[in-house]
C-alpha cells in the first residue's frame, strides 16, 4: 500500500539550530512527494514538493531532495527561527479518477525556542 | 481573503445528534476534498469530488456519512447519529485541476471544523 513515515515529535531546537525532520514513504509507482506545514490557528499550506526522483524542493529556506533509492523525503533547514514553529507533515500522492488523493504522516511538531 | 473557508469551525454535540459542515472552496477549483484529522495523527482521506460528482469514498467514511456538492460549488458533510469516536478535526481542501493527471498536486485546505462529541 501507500504510506508514510514520519520522525517521532515533538522536536525542540534553539533559534538559528539546524534542522531535519526525516521522512520515508512507501508507495506503488512513482508517486509525487509533500512537505505541508501548519502553523498555530492555521489551515496546512503546501511548504515544497519534488515530482520525480532526485528533484529537491526548496521553499522559505527549507529543502528536500525526493530520494527513490532510500524512498525518503527528509525535511532540513539550516538555521531555523522562532516563526517556524509549527506542525510539518510529509505526504505522497496517489492519483484517484484523475486526481490526486494525499496520503500524509503523522505529522512533527516543531518548537523553536528563542 | 478568497481562500478555502469552512463553518462551523467549532461543534460539540451529544452522542446521537445529527451535525452538518461546510465548505466553501477556492471559486475557481472544480476539485473539492474532505479529510479528517484526529489529535496526534496526519490528516485521512475522507472523499473527494470532481464538480458535482463525487469520485471517491473512503472505506472510513461509514454509512452515517454523507457528503455532496449539488452546484459543483460548496459542499456539505453529515454525520448522522454522532458518536464518541467521530470527534475530530474535519478539513475541506480545493484544487483546480484540467484533465487528467494535470494537477500541480498543491492542495488549498480549509481551517477546519472541529467536532466534539460528548
Known amino acids: 500500500g501507500n504510506s508514510v513515515t514520519q520522525m517521532e515529535g515533538p522536536v525542540t531546537l534553539s533559534e538559528e539550530a539546524f534542522l531535519t525532520i526525516n521522512c520515508t514513504y512507501t508507495?506503488?509507482?512513482?508517486?509525487?512527494l509533500f512537505w505541508y506545514v501548519q502553523y498555530p490557528g492555521e489551515g496546512l499550506q503546501l511548504l515544497l514538493k519534488?515530482?520525480?526522483?532526485?528533484d529537491k524542493g526548496s521553499n522559505k529556506g527549507f529543502e528536500a531532495t525526493y530520494r527513490k533509492e532510500t524512498t525518503s523525503f527528509h525535511l532540513e533547514k539550516g538555521s531555523v527561527q522562532v516563526s517556524d514553529s509549527a506542525v510539518y507533515f510529509c505526504?505522497?500522492?496517489?492519483?484517484?479518477?484523475?486526481?490526486?488523493?494525499?496520503?500524509f504522516g503523522q505529522g512533527t511538531r516543531l518548537t523553536i525556542n528563542p | 481573503d478568497t481562500g478555502v473557508s469552512q463553518d462551523p469551525r467549532h461543534k460539540i454535540t451529544k452522542r446521537g445528534q445529527n451535525v452538518t459542515f461546510r465548505c466553501d472552496p477556492i471559486?475557481?477549483?472544480?476539485?473539492l476534498y474532505w479529510y479528517r484529522q484526529t489529535l496526534g495523527q496526519g490528516p485521512e482521506f475522507l472523499t473527494y469530488?470532481?464538480?458535482?460528482?463525487?469520485?471517491?469514498k473512503s472505506r472510513l467514511l461509514s454509512d452515517r456519512f454523507s457528503a455532496e456538492r449539488p452546484k459543483g460549488s460548496f459542499s456539505t458533510l453529515e454525520i448522522q447519529r454522532t458518536e464518541q469516536g467521530d470527534s475530530a478535526m474535519y478539513l475541506c481542501?480545493?484544487?483546480?485541476?484540467?484533465?487528467?493527471?494535470?494537477?500541480?498536486?498543491?492542495?488549498?485546505f480549509g481551517e477546519g471544523s472541529r467536532l466534539t462529541v460528548l
Open positions: 481542501a480545493s484544487s483546480l485541476g484540467r484533465g487528467a493527471q494535470s494537477n500541480t498536486g498543491e492542495l488549498f
Open positions: 508507495a506503488t509507482g512513482y508517486p509525487s
Open positions: 519534488a515530482t520525480k526522483a532526485d
Open positions: 505526504a505522497l500522492t496517489v492519483w484517484i479518477q484523475g486526481a490526486q488523493k494525499l496520503v
Open positions: 471559486s475557481e477549483h472544480n476539485r
Open positions: 469530488f470532481q464538480n458535482e460528482a463525487q469520485l471517491e
